[in-house]
T-cell receptor, first 111, second 117 residues
Framework: RKEVEQDPGPFNVPEGATVAFNCTYS??????FFWYRQDCRKEPKLLMS???SGNEDGRFTAQLNRASQYISLLIRDSKLSDSATYLC????????????FGAGTILRVKS | GAVVSQHPSRVICKSGTSVKIECRSL??????MFWYRQFPKQSLMLMAT?????????EQGVEKDKFLINHASLTLSTLTVTSAHPEDSSFYIC?????????????FGPGTRLTVT
């Protein structure tokens, strides 16, 4: 089983739609969780950290469910510019502070 | 967020030559930097952890004599791909951690696209 698993997609949605991605992680001792966004042929950019209480940043909401070991990202009112690959990233803490990346979920927002 | 720069952004070299890639933290000091490699349509794979003033820690399967890492200062780490071969062609990305509140957040450089001919 992979340490971090994501549905690769692609998710094809119209502008204005709400879309949600889930990610599961295998190490129950993991402490830190992040969503990164990666555009084609570019570096990953931190979208948001995921806190136990959940957090929201504009149109983006991240949730953590420790009992089920999954993280979610909700995007409301999708824009064309949201088209990218979304990477679920976990710090299992068993390797010091090395991050483990999911393979990414592709989102395509169409007009 | 913190800014990490990388140079060069793109390099083409001939098989058998060596290529040096620089990674700099521009507005913070980084005792630890990370080097990743990403092949097309795949996720980032950690190659090594670069520690300022000490030897790098390599991931399993990564040849330390082929991928030389030097972290000579708190703002600069370099990766040298020695005797490059076409299979080393990839997207190399460095990152550095910065403390954000009580949590470390990791920021990435823009990457270096290496093509070995």
């Amino acid at each position: 089983r992979k340490e971090v698993e994501q549905d690769p997609g692609p998710f094809n949605v119209p502008e204005g739609a709400t879309v949600a991605f889930n990610c599961t992680y295998s190490n129950s001792a993991s402490q830190s969780f992040f969503w990164y966004r990666q555009d084609c042929r570019k570096e990953p950019k931190l979208l948001m950290s995921v806190y136990s209480s959940g957090n929201e940043d504009g149109r983006f909401t991240a949730q953590l469910n420790r009992a089920s070991q999954y993280i979610s990202l909700l995007i409301r009112d999708s824009k064309l510019s949201d088209s990218a690959t979304y990477l679920c990233v976990v710090n299992p803490r068993v390797y010091g502070n090395k991050l483990v990346f999911g393979a990414g979920t592709i989102l395509r927002v169409k007009s | 967020g913190a800014v990490v720069s990388q140079h060069p952004s793109r390099v083409i070299c001939k098989s058998g030559t060596s290529v040096k890639i620089e990674c700099r933290s521009l507005d913070f000091q980084a005792t630890t930097m990370f080097w990743y490699r990403q092949f097309p349509k795949q996720s980032l794979m950690l190659m090594a952890t670069s520690n300022e003033g000490s030897k790098a820690t390599y991931e399993q399967g990564v040849e330390k004599d082929k991928f030389l890492i030097n972290h000579a200062s708190l703002t600069l780490s370099t990766l040298t791909v020695t005797s490059a071969h076409p299979e080393d062609s990839s997207f190399y990305i460095c990152s550095a951690r910065d403390l954000h509140g009580v949590e470390w957040e990791q920021y990435f450089g823009p990457g270096t696209r290496l093509t070995v001919t």
